[in-house]
Nanobody, 123 residues
């Protein structure tokens, strides 16, 4: 079992940078693949970025490639999402999610979710 809490969401201007953080409680954080997803009002939840258990492999969706970076610190049970050059269309609630042992890129793959943190990008 793992419990996830996101933080860092706020209102920013287009072009700004922002870092979201997710802290996990529970054991064996290093056995979980971690992802960030987002959901904008009226839209389906979509994956933003995924990082492997060791942190050695990362993948970001093409919609944020070159702007967003995912990282983790297994000694602190944290996973961060660094977001640069934010656009209005990045406005959404951002969720941290955990999947033990396997790699997953679909929301349905992930059994553990945080409560989300809102990012609003104004023009």
């Amino acid at each position: 079992q793992i419990h996830l809490v996101e933080s860092g969401g706020r209102v920013v201007q287009a072009g700004d940078s922002l870092t979201l953080s997710c802290v996990a409680s529970g054991r064996a954080f290093g056995t979980y693949t971690m992802s960030w997803f987002r959901q904008a009002p009226g839209k389906e939840r979509e994956r933003v970025a995924t990082i492997s258990r060791s942190g050695g492999t990362t993948d970001v969706d093409e919609s944020v490639e070159g702007r967003f970076t995912i990282s983790r610190d297994n000694s602190k049970n944290t996973v961060d999402l660094q977001m640069n050059a934010l656009k209005v269309e990045d406005t959404a609630q951002y969720y941290c999610a955990a999947l033990q042992w396997s790699w997953g890129e679909e929301a349905d793959d992930y059994p553990y979710w945080g409560q989300g943190t809102w990012v609003t990008v104004s023009s």
